[in-house]
């Protein structure tokens, strides 16, 4: 039995399941979370499903969290979408179900749980659901409300299909999502849109962004700017990319400052791996896709330069 198989037969198997995500959720974190969850309802109606986590922040339009006690974990599946590790997981109730499970795309660092399903060359762990649907599509039913969960987790984690991730299967998944008939134009829109708030925080990382001769980036968002924006750490998500538009940029990192004083690190490259940088500073993530924690701006100096010098490496190999 491959491991989605014995996956399946988990679901099967128990009468109570339910799924986690990651903290400060994502599209793909609700996405594959949720999506799942709406999979396994279509499916198995007989069972209870319960999604379950933190607060979904400004991402109410794609789903909203169940509350449930502590007795439901007894005897319980739970499964764990989207989260490398398990601090990060939202709601540590997570570790007292029956059995457990791991469905990642994230570099399998940490293996936690009964069964692990990992796939790096995913694009998200969105389009992992959407597989996992294909493989057992005589078993599993797929939803209009699945389908829409599923697409904006695949779009969230590909930039709308613009990072290197996307591949022809990701393409196919997503055409087979759209196929169920929910507002594509919508969701799309709801994901790109945004504040008027970060709009004007949009004006400030373009004219402040820092970059070097060979293209590594950086721009610091203190408490005084968030506060002089109006704009909240949650809120920095949408601001992320920005600099990989400015074509001489290669690799960058935004820095929030945190009302503690400590550095919240969101990094990103179009080619230079940057998650062995993020790993030494308590973080992690993607080749492409980091994040880490800076304690101060000493540390905030010490990752940019190890940034400057995975830019020069890489164009020394190109
Ligand atoms: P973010 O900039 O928060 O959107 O993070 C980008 C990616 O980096 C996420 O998909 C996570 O995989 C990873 N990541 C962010 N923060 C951490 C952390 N503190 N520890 C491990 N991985 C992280």
Not at 134 to 156: D, H, N, P, W
Not at 250 to 272: C, D, H, N, T
Request: net charge negative; with cysteine.
């Amino acid at each position: 039995m491959n491991v989605q198989e014995e996956i399946l037969t988990a679901i099967k198997e128990y009468q109570t399941i339910i799924i986690h995500r990651h903290q400060r959720p994502d599209p793909d974190a609700l996405g594959s979370q949720v999506g799942l969850a709406e999979i396994l309802r279509a499916s198995f109606p007989e069972k209870a499903i319960y999604q379950v986590g933190g607060p979904v922040e400004g991402l109410d339009y794609l789903a909203e969290m169940q509350e449930i006690s502590d007795e439901v974990y007894k005897n319980a599946l739970v499964i764990v979408t989207d989260t490398a590790n398990s601090p990060r997981v939202s709601d540590q109730r997570y570790a007292n179900g029956a059995k457990l499970i791991k469905i990642d795309h994230h570099p399998n660092d940490e293996p936690y749980g009964d069964l692990v399903w990992v796939d790096t060359t995913a694009s998200s762990c969105s389009e992992m659901i959407t597989a996992f649907w294909k493989m057992f599509a005589e078993e599993l039913t797929m939803s209009q409300e699945a389908a829409r969960l599923l697409y904006a987790g695949i779009v969230g984690d590909t930039g709308r299909f613009l990072y290197p991730a996307t591949t022809s299967a990701t393409l196919r998944y997503a055409a087979d999502l759209l196929d169920y008939g929910f507002d594509a134009p919508k969701i799309n829109r709801e994901i790109d849109q945004v504040s008027r708030a970060v709009a004007r925080l949009s004006g400030y990382v373009f004219e402040n962004l820092e970059v070097d001769s060979l293209g590594a980036g950086k721009v610091i968002l203190t408490n005084e700017i968030q506060q002089r924006f109006g704009v909240v750490d949650s809120e920095t998500s949408a601001i992320v990319s920005l600099p990989g538009k400015i074509e001489d940029v290669l690799a960058w990192a935004i820095f929030v400052e945190q009302p503690e004083g400590y550095y919240r690190v969101r990094m990103r490259s179009k080619g230079p791996v940057i998650n062995e940088i993020a790993k030494r500073h308590h973080g992690g993530g993607h080749p492409l896709a980091s994040g880490a924690n800076a304690a101060d701006l000493e540390e905030v100096a010490a990752i940019y330069q190890e940034i400057q010098t995975a830019v020069s490496a890489f164009r020394e190999q190109a």
